[in-house]
């Protein structure tokens, strides 16, 4: 059996180039990861009678109209004071802030809020028309104390519901360097926080600034509330950072995304691939708090398929999209369905397989056996991490060769980079580039406004899908 043969079995997967999205709506395309299946051939007789494929939901955010202004936003600053932010840290952090606060018009909402031991609201939810005096009090914030992270968060969240609007981006950025140690502070906590405030149409990104913060933490945060994540290691990038944050604040095109997916009898939905969602008998539901203009996103899920006969078609699934648009202040509605054909012939089955979509989902499954090759090396199995990072390196070469996209490569050399790097001395800013990594390819995180991926951390390369697959960054 050949490589091309054993993928084929083993059912790797998909994804699709985005095609030019509408004037005025969110473009949604459904794909299998491969089209034709196999028929059970003689050797495979004693095999299951089912086999893997993967359904690639993407979606395409629209050009922002020229003639139109953006909608407002609903911004909660949350800015982490405690006494490890003294010095540049807390110099960068006002920098920051003030340059965002810039960035707003008078119709949009600004509040700011920083926590040490407690948490104090410095600009309590207000126009941002007076911005003046709203930057004064930003000049005036100062370091000291312990990390109330959970309730700083939970406090942004308050002063977002205040104007809380399903016409308004409502987004809270949070800043910290240090661990949670006042009040709720494990990872589980923090992300039960998010999956509860993006039910409300509340996103919180994570901004984590230097070796000290929790990366667990702050990652499964931004993750359940479907806000971005990025890792920091030096002050001196953190204004580039904040702008582009506000890039994508100030380009949302469209928000309170359901997504559903409905399986045809007889095909079993295993799950999303590092993306959560809820699984209920046929149905797959996916939330998604905000798509940027022109930003692609999509979610892989991962299928059982019965075998089929000889030139068969077969239904897969039916998908439902629902969405607030941002420009037309309506609520949208799309609809598309997925099939697959079946065939004896191997050259037939490989030859509709798009390159573009088996790209996308090798970095998903690559992407999951970082998730694993993280969890060895925090459970002190240093050899069995650097073998699976230089499995997944080989892995992500190999389809390189065949396919030729260049995310590919990257991503061979990243793990390959990231396998070198497992000592005690390297591992602490190693992890949170490789938990940033793995939160990105999730989510492929993108700057959608800024035209440019954020690369101002560690300086380490992603293997982001979106670096190949996005329209723009």
């Not at 059970?40 to 004693?46: A, I, K, L, V």
């Not at 559903?260 to 959560?276: C, D, F």
Request: hydrophobic content about 35%.
């Amino acid at each position: 059996m050949n490589c091309w043969r054993g993928w084929l079995c083993a059912g790797i997967l998909l994804a699709v180039p985005p095609a030019a999205a509408n004037a005025k709506q969110i473009q949604l395309d459904v794909a299998m990861g491969y089209p034709s299946m196999l028929v059970t051939s003689p050797e495979e007789g004693d095999k299951p009678n089912k086999s893997e494929n993967y359904v690639r939901i993407g979606l395409t955010g629209f050009d922002l109209p020229q003639e139109k202004e953006r909608m407002p936003v609903n911004v909660a600053i949350v800015i982490d004071k405690s006494g490890s932010m003294q010095g540049e840290k807390i110099v960068q952090a006002r920098k920051a802030a003030i340059q965002a606060v810039d960035r707003l018009t008078d119709s949009d909402i600004v509040s700011i809020i920083t926590y040490d031991s407690t948490v104090e609201v410095v600009v309590p939810a207000t126009k941002a028309s007076d911005r003046d005096v709203i930057k004064q009090k930003i000049r005036q914030i100062n370091a000291g104390g312990n990390t109330a992270l959970f309730a700083g968060v939970s406090k942004g969240a308050a002063e977002i519901r205040k104007f809380l609007n399903s016409k308004r981006v409502n987004r809270v950025i949070l800043l910290s360097d240090g661990l949670a140690n006042v009040g709720p502070s494990t990872p589980s906590e923090l992300e039960q926080l998010g999956e509860s405030l993006i039910k409300e149409g509340i996103s919180v990104s994570t901004l984590g600034l230097g070796l000290g913060y929790n990366e667990d933490l702050m990652s499964k945060l931004a993750l359940s509330s479907s806000g971005n994540h990025v890792f920091i290691e030096d002050a001196e990038n953190l204004v580039q950072v904040f702008q582009n944050e506000f890039d994508d604040v100030l380009s949302v095109v469209a928000q309170q995304i359901r997504v559903q997916a409905e399986l045809a009898e007889g095909v079993r939905p295993v799950k999303v691939l590092n993306y959560p969602a809820d699984i209920t008998g046929q149905q797959v539901s996916i939330d998604l708090g905000q798509l940027y203009s022109r930003q692609e996103r999509y979610f892989v899920v991962q299928v059982e398929i019965p075998r089929g006969q000889l030139d068969e078609k077969r239904d897969v699934a039916n998908v439902a999209v629902e969405y607030m648009n941002m420009v037309t202040e309506t609520t949208d509605r799309l609809t598309s369905s997925v099939q697959v054909k079946f065939t004896d012939d191997e050259a037939v089955a490989m030859r509709d397989v798009d390159k573009r979509i088996l790209t996308s989902c090798v970095l998903q499954i690559a992407n999951e056996r970082n998730r694993e090759a993280t969890r060895l090396r925090d459970a002190g199995q240093v050899d069995e991490a650097k073998k699976l990072l230089l499995t997944n390196s080989s892995f992500l070469g190999d389809f390189y060769s065949r396919l030729g996209t260049e995310v590919l490569k990257r991503g061979c050399e990243e793990n390959l980079l990231q396998s070198n790097r497992l000592s005690p001395k390297e591992w602490g800013a190693n992890r949170k580039a490789m938990i940033e990594s793995q939160v990105r390819d999730a989510i492929q995180q993108s700057y959608g406004g800024s035209g440019g991926k954020n690369q101002a951390n560690s300086g380490t390369s992603s293997n982001s899908p979106s670096a190949g697959n996005s329209k723009s960054k």
